[in-house]
């Protein structure tokens, strides 16, 4: 277990790549931190860059107490999880599970014990005189994990370790891993492109673009305050909606205004708003706070009116596709609420939790 510390790290790769930009993060000792954002943003080669995989171009890492910029990858213990599972094919899941042990020359006895300890908390006892080949994806995935913990290592690094699983084997081997970080209270560092994976397994979310950190947060604060649009549209299923327009003033206090509609905006945004008017801003509600039930219960509340263009039964929630006729948005509403495709509704808006962002800069305004 270590804490690890990663200070103006920055990647360029031949050809001038330049992967990851002035990357500064301290990752505490048994923390969960999971490093989110589209393909190509970095994150892998972050994660490379920890483990000693790739070089670094400039910055300096910290594993525990220790400088490791030059350490080999198998001086640094950690342990990595790859998306491959990377086991080797001619080997049983024992042999497979003991390799790094062996190479390392453990006595019989210890190897024994550790492989038996790890598969029992993975519950792959009985496969251990198993091939890989004879595995399922899910088992071949928790015999690569099993691979990582017998080694005991200061941290774990998964790369995208469950992107090759079906998306009910996902699910499962997501609670498995949040699980097993609780059981084995050890520092790990996980990479993922999905947003849904990153906010319900990581303690904190690092969002990354175009090889540099956006917002580095807890899920909830990442969820509730955005740092800028690109935030704000990545975090979230269905995603936050925008909609461009100014603010204006009107019977004296400001409001945001669109083609087909005109918000009041709430006071306790002033400060923040005041050196806005008659500017370009965005606009952003997440989905539940349009058209809640709460909302729609609630007198005054100010709406948004459009069109319903398609509905999303979804169970214990409906999902209403609208158009303002200039803006398309979508709506979490009552799964109850009925209406039909054509309908014209006037939406409840939840000022309070949406967010204006500045177009020019992309940073959240309030
Ligand atoms: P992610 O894991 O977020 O998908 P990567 O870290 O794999 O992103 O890649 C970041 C950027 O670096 C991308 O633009 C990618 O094309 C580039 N890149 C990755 N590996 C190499 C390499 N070996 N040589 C040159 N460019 C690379």
């Given at each position: ?11 360029v ?44 171009t ?14 080999p990858p ?11 599972y ?7 899941v024992y ?25 029992d ?12 080949k004879?595995?399922?994806?899910g ?29 009910k ?16 209270s ?12 990153a ?9 990354m ?7 580095v947060a807890?899920p ?7 740092v ?6 990545f ?13 204006g ?21 002033n ?10 801003v ?14 729609e219960?609630?007198?005054d ?11 999303e ?22 799964p109850?609420?009925k ?21 020019k ?6």
């Open positions: 277990m270590a804490r690890v510390l990663l200070e103006n790290v920055t990647k790769y031949p050809g001038n790549v330049l992967a990851v930009k002035d990357f500064n993060l301290e990752i505490q000792d048994c923390e969960f931190v999971v490093l989110v954002g589209p393909s190509g943003c970095g994150k892998s080669t972050t994660l490379r860059m920890i483990a000693g995989l790739e070089e670094i400039g910055g300096t890492i910290r594993i525990g107490d220790r400088v490791v910029n030059d350490v198998k001086d640094r213990d950690i342990a990595m999880v790859f998306q491959n990377a086991l080797y094919p001619h080997m049983t042999e497979n599970m003991a390799f790094g042990l062996k190479l390392r020359k453990f006595k019989k006895t210890e190897t024994e014990r550790r492989v038996k300890e790890a598969a908390i993975l519950g792959i006892g009985e496969l251990l005189a198993r091939r890989p004879a595995l399922s994806g088992q071949r995935q928790r015999v690569a994990v099993g691979r990582a913990i017998v080694r005991k290592p200061e941290a774990f690094l998964f790369d995208e370790p469950l992107s090759n699983l079906d998306a084997m996902r699910v499962q081997m997501r609670t498995e891993i949040s699980k097993l970080h609780t059981r084995l050890t520092t790990m560092i996980y990479v993922t492109h999905d947003q849904v994976e906010m319900t397994m990581g303690d904190r979310i690092v969002v673009r175009d090889g540099v950190i956006q917002q807890e909830a604060e990442l969820y509730d305050n955005p800028n649009t690109f935030v704000a549209g975090i979230g299923t269905p995603p936050m909606n925008f909609f461009s327009g100014v603010v003033r009107s019977d004296g206090r400001f409001v945001f205004r669109e083609e087909t509609f005109e918000l009041p905006l709430p006071e306790a945004w400060d923040k708003v005041a050196s806005f008017v008659d500017q370009e965005e606009f952003g509600a997440r989905p539940e706070n349009i058209g809640s039930p709460t909302a219960a609630t007198p509340v100010p709406r948004i009116e459009a069109m319903v263009e398609v509905i039964p979804m169970g214990a929630e409906t999902y209403l596709y609208m158009n303002t006729g200039k803006h398309a948005f979508i709506a979490r509403v009552d109850h609420r209406c039909r495709v054509g309908d014209r509704l006037a939406l409840a808006i939840v000022l309070d939790k949406s967010h204006l962002f500045d177009p800069t992309t940073n959240v305004i309030v």
